[in-house]
């Protein structure tokens, strides 16, 4: 079993930058864990995934302005996100993917997502 805390949401304003943190328990050294998002009134989206290989995979809405890192002695997923966008207002939530066969992550996603946190809000305002 997976658990996930995640911090860091608030308020940013456009342009500016934040960084979330997710702090796992549980056995996930050779597993998948990624960053998910969901903003009012449309459907979940990947943001960005990290495996056990260092095989990163970022969404391409991101790509470029988003940083996912992995503290393995802190037990700490992190998501530096800069130039922060107006669609980027979501709830953020970490995630992580049972299978440590799993095949690499695409898309900013894992093969397949079993265990989820409870999110984090990111605002981003004028």
């Known amino acids: 079993q997976v658990q996930f805390v995640e911090s860091g949401g608030g308020s940013v304003q456009a342009g500016g930058s934040l960084t979330l943190s997710c702090k796992y328990s549980g056995d996930t050294y050779s597993l998948c864990m990624a960053w998910f998002r969901k903003a009012p009134g449309k459907e979940r989206e990947a943001v960005a995934a990290?495996?056990?290989?260092?095989?990163?995979s970022y969404a391409s809405s991101v790509k470029g302005r988003f940083t996912i890192s992995k503290d393995v002695y802190k037990n700490t997923l992190y998501l530096r996100m800069n130039n922060v966008k107006h669609e980027d207002t979501a709830m953020y939530y970490c995630?992580?993917?049972?299978?440590?066969?799993?095949?690499?992550?695409?898309?900013?996603?894992?093969?397949?997502?079993?265990?989820w946190g409870k999110g984090t809000l990111v605002t981003v305002s004028s």
């Open positions: 990290f495996d056990a290989d260092d095989t990163i």
């Open positions: 995630a992580a993917d049972a299978d440590p066969a799993s095949l690499p992550p695409t898309g900013g996603s894992c093969p397949r997502i079993d265990y």
